[in-house]
């Protein structure tokens, strides 16, 4: 009973997770946006080293942001709740995504800003939550206190 339990679980998380990144890459963290059209926000990672952000609008991704080590991804880890921040900028605009503690009923957020002025928040409508403690040269790793001290300025 237990094996077949397992099982199912299993091919629902592979289920879950599919089509977030593609066949060679493991997932970081995703926000699945509420409502008609469906939309969906990715961080993957891939074997070498590789980070990449895909914005999906069903199917179509409608933009990619590939990270290496010259052009990072920033992760920060809020030591008051244990929050994990991904965040980057892309011209005059911010993106970041928030994936809590992990627990249950716990939803990541996504916010957008253009020159500073948020321009999009969302609450997630699932769990986001990945592979944790993934390695790479594409993501650097920013300190709390640096945050703190920066007047919890993200990305």
């Known amino acids: 009973m237990r094996l077949i339990i397992g099982f199912l679980l299993m091919i629902s998380v592979t289920y879950s997770y599919a089509g977030k990144c593609n066949t060679d890459e493991k997932l970081v963290a995703f ?69 809590p503690e992990e627990r249950p009923g716990a939803l990541a957020f996504m916010d957008v800003k253009k020159e500073g002025i948020t321009i999009s928040s969302h609450e997630c409508s699932s769990n986001s939550f990945g592979e944790t403690n993934i390695k790479s040269n594409s993501i650097e790793n920013v300190s709390d206190s640096s945050v703190r001290d920066n007047g919890f300025k993200f990305p």
């Open 31 to 99: 926000c699945d946006l509420a409502g008609e059209p469906k939309r969906s926000a990715a961080i993957c990672a891939n074997e070498k080293q590789g980070v990449s952000y895909y914005f999906k609008q069903g199917n179509t991704v409608e933009l990619k942001v590939d990270f290496n080590s010259n052009r990072k991804l920033k992760r920060w880890v809020d030591l008051g709740t244990y929050t994990v921040y991904f965040g980057f900028n892309n011209g005059v605009y911010s993106y970041t995504l928030g994936v």
